[in-house]
């Protein structure tokens, strides 16, 4: 009988406040199987996140 692929601790999808908009838009798009570029952070205003801004930044930005 096969074995049941456990689902993985939220701890390791949460993105790290240090992490990189563009590393996590990558981990975001390789975790779901979509195609690279696919999956886009946005500011408030609606304009895409620059990728070397941290999810802290990010965060703030969205008032949390």
């Known amino acids: 009988m096969a074995k049941k692929k ?26 779901l199987k979509l195609p690279e570029g696919s999956v886009q952070l946005r500011l408030p205003s609606q304009k895409k996140a620059r990728s070397d801004k941290t999810i802290g930044a990010l965060l703030r930005d969205w008032g949390w």
């Open 6 to 31: 456990k689902p993985s601790p939220k701890r390791f999808l949460a993105a790290r406040t240090d992490a990189s908009v563009g590393t996590m838009e990558r981990k975001i798009a390789k975790m």
